[in-house]
């Protein structure tokens, strides 16, 4: 019975963990054809305003995510190490596609900015046209392949225990 609320609370952080970050690739997609600086900014704000949320999520579906291993017995079988790994690659993937790329975006119009984790205050706006050119950058598919693509096969790991 605790085994399975241990898992019960893992899905349902996984869950929070998505739902806040949708705020995030919803916003990538609008920033695509966004053309206001003020609501660019806006767009910004409103993903960033979704980050606590979204990495407390993230830690506790991982804490979750061990202890069930640990509670399963799961440990010695190679599913779950080869989910761990996807889990890690997608958070690579997703910060050397997105998340640099938004911090500049964030930084260029004149919002609080992010690098490697760590908020700075507002800058001086650079030019409409500087903005612009860095939203062209992004590619919002790609995000949402590599973040929904890994988490489905995630989940058909969980589900399936192939190996």
């Not at 949708?22 to 767009?43: M, P």
């Not at 992010?114 to 706006?125: C, M, Q, R, T, Y």
């Not at 939203?135 to 192939?162: C, D, E, Q, R």
Request: hydrophobic share 60%; with cysteine.
């Amino acid at each position: 019975m605790l085994y399975q609320l241990v898992v019960f609370l893992h899905v349902v952080c996984v869950l929070g963990y998505l739902l806040a970050h949708g705020v995030s690739a919803a916003v990538s997609f609008a920033l695509k054809k966004e053309r206001d600086l003020q609501r660019i900014r806006a767009l910004l704000d409103l993903s960033a305003a979704s980050y606590p949320v979204m990495f407390m999520s993230l830690y506790a579906f991982i804490i979750f995510g061990i202890i069930a291993g640990f509670m399963g017995g799961w440990w010695k079988l190679g599913w779950i190490w080869v989910s761990i790994v996807l889990l890690i690659l997608i958070v690579v993937l997703m910060m050397a596609f997105g998340g640099g790329l938004y911090g500049e975006a964030r930084k260029a119009a004149g919002t609080r900015y992010n690098v490697k984790g760590k908020w700075f205050p507002p800058e001086p706006a650079k030019s409409d046209e500087e903005v612009y050119a860095i939203l062209a950058k992004s590619n919002p598919v790609l995000l949402t392949v590599i973040g929904y693509g890994g988490f489905a096969v995630i989940a058909w790991l969980m589900i399936a225990k192939p190996f």
